[in-house]
Structure formats: C-alpha cells, structure tokens
C-alpha cells in the first residue's frame, strides 16, 4: 500500500467518526422524527464519494495480499434501486446512509474471517423473513470463501414456509437435539442470529456452550440484551429484516444476476419475507416498499404465487375453530386458549391470531395453548400477539404480561404488530394419557394466562394490584 494512502485513509476514518456522530448523535436514524441535518448531509455525500474511491482502493489492496481467488466488488456509493433521482435519493438518503455504513462493517467482517464455516442459528419456528435473510447471508458470505450452514431447533409449521423452502430448494436444515449429538462444533469458527437474536432458539445454549464466537447479528426485533458480537445491525424501526438484506445487496454486497437461477429463487424467498413481516406490505413504510421495488426486478411472480398458493392443514383449521369458539373479547382484546397441539401444527397459533385480529372492534389477538412435542417428551405454552393499535408495542405488552423466568430471561418479546411468548412446562410435562390430568392441568394454564393478560387489558380489575 502506497504511505500517502494509508495516512489519508486515517484522516478519513477520523473525520468520518466526527460526522457520523454528529449526524447520527450515536443512534442512527432510527429516531425517524430528527431529519439529518442538510449541511452535514453534504458533508457526508462528499465523504461518501471521496471513501468510495479510497476503499476500493484499499480493498484492491488488501485482497491480493493473499487472496487472489475471490472476487469481491466494491460496495457501491448510489442508490442501485432506481430512486437516485434528486427527490427519491433525498428521501432515503438517511436510510441509504446507514445501510451503506452498516454494509461497509459487515464487509470488514466477512473479510477478516475468509475461508471460515459458520453457523446461521434462527428462531426454532423460522419464518419466511428469517429464512430468506439467511439464505441472502449464505450467498453473500460465500464470496468471501466463508461456508454458513442455516440450522432452526424446531421445526418448519406454517405451509407456506414448508412450500417456501421445498420451491426454492431453501437450504435450511433442521437440527433437533439428537441430530445436534451428532454434529462436531468444533469444526465451526462462529455462528450468526439472523432475524432473532437467540432468546428464540434452543440451538443458542449449544453454539456458546462450544465456545464459538457470535459473529454477526442482523435483527430487526427489539434489543433483547446484551450481545457481544462482533457486526451488529439490529434495527428495531424496520419492518422486515429482509429489508436489511435486500439494502445490503443494494449497496452491493451481493451483485444479484437474472439469469442465476438461485438469485431469482433469493430475490422471491426475501420477497416473501418482506410481505409476512409486512402484512402483506400493509404496514411497510417507505424503505420496506424500496426494498420490495429493488426485489421486484429480480422475483419470479409465478413461484411467490405458488408459495403462496400452499393450504392449510386440517389440522390447522381446527386450531383456528378452536381459537374461534374460546375467545373471549374485552377492551378491543381478543384472547383465546386453544388448548393441546401437537409440535407440527405449532404455526397455527399465530394464524389463529392473524385472523382473531380481523374482528371488528378488536384491535389485538393473542392466541395461546400448549404444543407437545412427542419425540422430547417436552411441553411448552406457546403464544402469539397481533396487534393493530399503533400505541400498543408487543414487545413491551408481553414482557410486562408475563416476565421473566428464574434466570432472568423473558417468556417473549415481539417487534412491530406481532409478539409471541413460550413459557416451558418443565416438571409438569407429559402424563396426558389420563385425560383429566390433562384437562386439570390446560385449566390451570388457561386461567394462569388469562389472568395475567386481563391485568393488562382491564387494569383495574386486578385484585392483586398493589396502588
Ligand atoms: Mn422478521
């Protein structure tokens, strides 16, 4: 590298370090009511074109060092969506900023760790919005000769994620606790959460029990603790973490080609996860629609269609019936235990509340029961929250509802409209061959649940309560 270059390359960071917070006042633009201050929005566009040029430059540069066979582009510096006209640039200029930044970071960690495996852990129910950021996580770091594996602990439920994964040949892999005995995790150099960051996955207590360090975590959940990881995105104003991605590729971390047929299948699946995230873009704000306008040059509609296409279970259709029958409505609260269900059909809990919801004069749904999974012997109570009242934040609502557990760790947590809960039923597990125990023992979970929900939804029928 040339002297000159390197010391240049300092002043830039140093100056860049100043802008950034002074633009930013250390927390990004997630504060969306504070618009970026226009002078230093200059300040930074030019930066941005004088860094472009120097970190292609130093990229070049460090890559054949040692690296002569991989082909990494540099990042690109202007919106590849179609909005960088004058007023479409402006308005997502703050937006564009961080994913630049953000993208920039990401790289920087992908390179220093070339020729790694890695393990992408998601929730145990991943949905169409994890899978398919992790999927674009896979294909990104493959570049940089870094191999990820997607593994969930639970199992794929909902029909359009089983659809989802076996159209695009989705290479996500199962692994329950008697494949993880098989597997060596000593042969990994780190693992990533994607679209979770890990209080959702079972799989979480292995990867840190084999001491592999958590390289990256690209969320848009709210912050559920403290995390030490390497690269960090976690964006709670986001609608999707699949909007993340697609600003990833925008920015060039990933050239997306029409005629590579697993790019068109990623586009589709990241599609899919931006509709789920966004109710069917109902809810999606201005960088989730240009996210989707990006994708939309790549999708194939016909193969979203037919993912889409996928039906219910019977099964699941008598979880909605149930839910349908129990519910009980107070305070624009629809809440309905739906009682035993067997660990496969665990997805038709958020269905049932996606359609609670529906309701006139509700405006939240929590659907709970308890799945059973007969491999394990185990049971756990699961719920699920859709909200569409803007003032009620899920994540807020459920850990205030149900709390915490003995280790500190909350029952559950949510992000925009939609939370979920997952209480274990430890000791009391199992012994459902005698119906009435089984009966006594849902009651009992019923009426537990029920309570705690009420206090909230009724605050002052709470005999309990202390004022
Ligand atoms: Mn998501």
Redesign the pocket.
Known sequence: MVPSLEIFAKIISVWRFIVTDGVTGGNYFINRDKEPHPIKNKFYMQLNSSLSQLESLTLTNDSHSEETDLDIEPLVRQPTNGSNTESGFVGQQRNNYLAYQKSEELQQTLMGRRHERHLIVLQDFP?P??LSSAWTYQLIAQQYDIKCEIIYGGTLSHQENIALVKLTGLPAQRWTPPTLKTKDLSLYHGFVLI?NQGTTSQLLSAVVQAKLPLVAVID??SLQGELKSEFTDIRPSVR???TIFTQYLQTGLLTLDNSVSQHVKCATALMH?LRS?TNRLMQAQEEDFMAAAYLSRFYDAQLLNAVLQANRSKRVMDVIERSLKNRIVQNNFSIAGVGYLRYDDRDAIPQAADFLVTEENVHTAVVYGIVHDEDEELEVVIGSLRTSKLTLDPDEFIKEAFGQDSSGRFFGGG?TSAGGFEIPMGFLSGGNENSAYARMKWEVYDSQIKQKLLRLVNPKDNPIQSE
């Open positions: 949905d919005d994890a679209d848009h959940h999707a973490t699949a996860g995230d992000r």
